[in-house]
Nanobody, 117 residues
Framework: VQLQASGGGLVQAGGSLRLSCEVS????????MAWFRQAPGKEREFVAA????????LYADSVKGRFTISRDKAKNTVYLQMDSLKPEDTAVYYC???????????WGQGTQVTVSS
């Protein structure tokens, strides 16, 4: 199973970016998908998730109302639309899939998002 994250970059505060995570060797539509992020000197933190059943979503309070997670089952891809970006959103963003009950089993390589003030 491989997860390929892309779409990161440098953006000014208030701007938008859309991250993509393409999954291969795995049917992402049958598993939860999630995004995490890790800022320099900080622990990795949960950002958003989309359930395989029903497509319900969950967000961290820090991004609620600004970020939107979605999935394209036909393309086996999950997206993270990030609007109204803030400098504190600067981090490496990781996608993950297949919740085991205690952790996600598969992780992507990460994509850097930098928000300038």
């Amino acid at each position: 199973v491989q997860l390929q994250a892309s779409g990161g970059g440098l953006v000014q505060a208030g701007g938008s970016l859309r991250l993509s995570c393409e999954v291969s060797g795995h049917t992402s539509s049958t598993y939860d998908m999630a995004w995490f992020r890790q800022a320099p000197g900080k622990e990795r933190e949960f950002v958003a998730a989309v359930r395989y059943s029903g497509g319900s979503t969950l967000y961290a309070d820090s991004v609620k109302g600004r970020f939107t997670i979605s999935r394209d089952k036909a393309k086996n891809t999950v997206y993270l639309q990030m609007d109204s970006l803030k400098p504190e959103d600067t981090a490496v963003y990781y996608c993950a899939t297949e919740w085991t009950g205690s952790a996600y089993k598969y992780w992507g390589q990460g994509t850097q998002v930098t928000v300038s003030s």
